[in-house]
């Protein structure tokens, strides 16, 4: 499980999304080391989310 507190936004390049392969990883988790796209980064946000009842 990936928590989305441990990514950050970043300006380099660092290829391809780690979850889907087919966007551009914009975030990185030094933690988990995983790069991750603007979609997936999103769809993270939105389950923590919903696990915690925010709407």
């Known amino acids: ?3 989305p507190g ?3 936004r970043v300006k380099v390049e660092l290829g391809r999304c ?3 392969d ?3 990883a914009v ?3 030094r933690e988990a080391q995983v790069g991750i796209c603007e ?3 999103a769809r993270l ?3 923590g989310n919903a696990r ?3 709407r």
């Open 39 to 41: 979609g997936c980064y």
């Open 1 to 3: 499980m990936l928590d």
């Open 45 to 47: 946000v939105r389950e």
């Open 6 to 8: 441990t990514f950050a």
């Open 27 to 29: 975030y990185r988790s």
């Open 18 to 20: 780690d979850i889907c």
């Open 52 to 54: 915690e009842g925010v």
């Open 22 to 24: 087919s966007g551009k």
